[in-house]
């Protein structure tokens, strides 16, 4: 071991003939405990491994049932829910339900003022008076010009009058058949406006057209709500809350396992205790891209006769994709494991400059290489105390037990699962 007192032998002895000034010695003295501090974190990190102790963890492979689930998120919704608007700009005179209200069919939910509708409408029906006038005067003339008519041909006939004549009076007959048409269809066109002027002050009454429920109310009295571009929304109703649908997003990479008629199960926080059954109904061919994460919208059917759920609720579905029962399941921590690499040679002890300047790098522990593309699954177990491989196949996993498809592995075999090291009691 190098001490203080050989340190400053080697100095004096690798010094200059005078005596070593102040600050040479301190330099020297500085250098020696250097080398001390060295070599004792060498001879720490170089320590005989052999006194390390390897122990396994082992799990048995299991005969049982398995049960392979896909996870997706989404919101309850109900099956009909219907947005109520308005195709009438005006000012709301009365509104006539609120939230939660149970409505019916044709049932009026809210008002607008009707005046401005009320003074249309009794225009169009004068106008189709006025019309309907119009066809009566229309009538009497081709009535007079008809008979006109007969005259001139039967003082034609009598050679008392002229063809001019008879050309005139035919003319006018004619002409009053034609202004009996333009009559009748300027009633025909009257008519239509009073009907529209009608159909728009019923549409100033805003009625329900399902029975259902106000989910939400968006109008207030003396709001004036306009109609030109797109519709208000002014209600949102649904139709019956005791059947509704979970409409949840499937990942990419679990829809083909997801198909209609699957049974599922789903939790909302609201309920963190209570598991709802759900049915499939649909898995749409759509595709939904958010934050370049690309999902499939499945629809699932469900019972709320309680009315517990409530539209709008953030649920977390688990779908039973595949269920089998008595097959040979093994851990997933047992395909997982690799036994440990054994540790490099020490080489001999060659004294602080050996400690200090190894021959050549200690190895580094090396993590097993991953398996080949195409390698079948693997697992270990212990034959007179060596891991020792077995290939196998495997089937569906759940994420904790795999399914293996040959009979490689018997139930109750032990299979390394892990490794612990711990150090050898002196």
Avoid: C
């Amino acid at each position: 071991m190098t001490t203080p007192e050989s340190a400053a032998e080697l100095a004096r002895q690798i010094g200059t003939d005078g005596r070593p000034s102040r600050r040479r010695r301190v330099l020297l003295w500085l250098a020696g405990l250097a080398l001390l501090a060295a070599a004792g974190g060498a001879a720490t990190l170089l320590q005989d491994d052999s006194q390390e102790q390897v122990r396994f963890r082992t799990a048995a492979v299991e005969r049982g049932d398995l049960t392979v689930k896909v996870s997706a998120t989404g919101q309850l919704q109900p099956v009909t829910q219907v947005e109520v608007g308005t195709e009438v700009s005006g000012t709301i005179d009365r509104v006539e339900v609120d939230f939660n209200d149970r409505v019916r069919t044709g049932q009026i939910l809210a008002r607008l003022d009707p005046d401005q509708s009320q003074a249309k409408f009794r225009q169009s029906r004068a106008a189709l008076t006025l019309a309907q006038a119009g066809v009566e005067e229309a009538q009497a003339t081709v009535t007079e010009t008809a008979g006109k008519l007969r005259r001139v041909r039967d003082m034609v006939a009598k050679r008392m009058s002229s063809g001019e004549e008879l050309d005139t009076a035919a003319a006018a007959a004619e002409r009053a058949v034609a202004a009996l048409a333009v009559a009748k269809a300027k009633v025909e066109q009257a008519q239509a406006q009073l009907d529209a002027d009608h159909r728009t002050l019923e549409k100033t009454e805003i009625r329900s057209p399902i029975d259902g429920t106000v989910l939400k109310r968006q109008v207030e009295p003396g709001q004036t709500v306009a109609a030109s571009l797109q519709t208000p929304v002014l209600f949102t109703l649904a139709e019956d809350l005791t059947q509704m649908e979970l409409n949840v997003a499937v990942d990419e990479a679990d829809v083909g396992q997801v198909a209609a008629g699957q049974s599922a199960e789903f939790t909302v926080d609201a309920y963190p205790n209570r598991r709802f059954p759900a049915t499939i109904t649909q898995v749409r061919f759509a595709p939904e891209t958010v934050g370049g994460v690309v999902t499939y919208a499945a629809l699932l059917s469900l019972d709320n006769a309680d009315l517990s759920l409530r539209p709008g609720m953030t649920a977390t579905a688990e779908i039973v994709v595949k269920a089998l029962n008595d097959v040979v399941l093994v851990p997933n921590t047992a395909l997982r494991f690799s036994p440990p690499q054994p540790r490099p040679a020490k080489s001999e002890d060659r004294g602080l400059v050996g400690i200090l300047l190894p021959s050549r790098p200690p190895e580094a522990r090396r993590l097993p290489r991953a398996a080949a593309a195409g390698q079948k699954p693997r697992v270990w177990t212990l034959q007179d105390g060596t891991p020792t491989p077995l290939d196998i196949n495997t089937g569906a996993t759940d994420g904790n037990l795999t399914e293996v498809l040959d009979s490689a592995l018997e139930p109750g075999t032990l299979l390394l699962v892990d490794v612990e090291r711990t150090a050898a009691k002196p």
